[in-house]
């Protein structure tokens, strides 16, 4: 396929909205697409923050600062992203809620676009299976913050075509991101085996072998994790977490993959981290977390 020069980014929440600021400030037209028009304006306000703060430490120029601001166009009309070359997905972790997408996209975008889930875990095969462009689609996986993380992982599906991984494997090296490449089964290579053990520091915490500060410490200091799991899980988000286990547990058919009751718990409680200021950890003051948060 020819150069990528537009990309629609859809879903403005933590992924989409780095993901957006990655190809604006890489000199590519971004349309970013929610739902949600706070999100969008949350995540129009921390884009020119972000791009602001490269400027400031030098590592943009005032020319090619303005230049990303002016790419980034945000929308709750799906019909914009009609012309662009390339979209991807970062909306929730729902098998359902992402199909429903992928067909509706498939009417409005251009026939040689390529479609790309950011998706942690959902078969890329299935999404495919909701579009009438099957070779097109494929699982372009960024870590979090995907402006700082350099890794992506690109997943194939069972019909993804060898143009459709080339483009996408270009536009993640344009972003300045290395490539691995994982084949179409349940969790891909790195939450296959980053979510069990998660899960498994969630079943430490829950079967009372050890506190959160000292289960995160051990993995810290003893095996030279920069974050300890539960404060990754955190990060992350316990629903995105959940998410992926249950789709470890049903695709890879093992109760090995079963989500830890407390995990579960948290996020029937809303306790979803970081993003909702309390998680297995308490965000909201340094205070509350001193034996106040919630039994954990
Ligand atoms: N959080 C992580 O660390 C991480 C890392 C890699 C991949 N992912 C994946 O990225 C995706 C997004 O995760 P996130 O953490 O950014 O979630 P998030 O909750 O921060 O953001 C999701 C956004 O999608 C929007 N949205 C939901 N349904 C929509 C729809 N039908 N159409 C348009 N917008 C819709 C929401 O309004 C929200 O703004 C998920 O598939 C997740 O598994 C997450």
């Known amino acids: 396929m020819a150069n990528i020069t537009s990309v629609g980014v859809i879903g403005a929440g933590q992924m989409g909205s780095g993901i957006a600021q990655l190809a604006a400030v890489n000199d590519i037209d971004v349309w970013l697409y929610d739902t949600d028009s706070e999100a969008l304006i949350k995540a129009q306000n921390s884009i020119s923050n972000n791009i602001q703060r490269l400027l400031s430490k030098g590592q943009l120029s005032q020319e090619k600062s303005a230049d990303a601001v002016r790419r980034l166009r945000c929308s709750s009309r799906l019909e914009d992203l009609h012309s662009v070359d390339f979209v991807v997905e970062a909306i929730v972790e729902s098998e359902q809620v992402k199909k429903s997408l992928f067909s509706n996209l498939d ?20 999404l495919a299976s909701a579009t009438s462009r099957p070779c097109q689609v494929i699982g372009m996986h960024f870590m979090n913050p995907p402006p700082i993380m350099k890794l992506v992982e690109i997943i194939r599906g069972a019909d993804t075509s060898e143009d459709t991984y080339c483009a996408t494997k270009c536009l993640a090296e344009r972003f ?9 089964y349940s969790g891909f290579i790195v939450n296959r085996i980053l979510m069990p053990m998660i899960n498994e520091a969630f079943h430490t915490l829950y079967t009372g072998v050890a506190t959160k500060e000292d289960i995160d410490t051990g993995m810290k200091l003893g095996t030279n994790h920069p974050m300890g799991p539960l404060e990754l899980a955190d990060f992350i988000g316990l629903d995105v977490c959940l998410s992926i286990m249950k789709v470890l547990h049903v ?5 090995k993959y079963a989500p830890c009751p407390l995990l579960v718990q948290c996020v029937d409680a809303g306790r979803l981290g970081k993003k909702r200021g309390i998680g297995v950890y308490d965000y909201r003051s340094a205070a509350a977390d001193t034996g106040k948060s919630p039994r954990l």
Request: aromatic fraction near 0%; charge should be positive.
């Open 251 to 255: 695709g890879l058919g093992d109760d």
């Open 107 to 126: 009417k409005i975008v251009k026939s040689s676009a390529i479609l790309a889930s950011n998706t942690s875990s959902i078969s890329i095969t299935r």
């Open 176 to 184: 300045g991101k290395t490539v691995i490449c994982s084949q179409d």
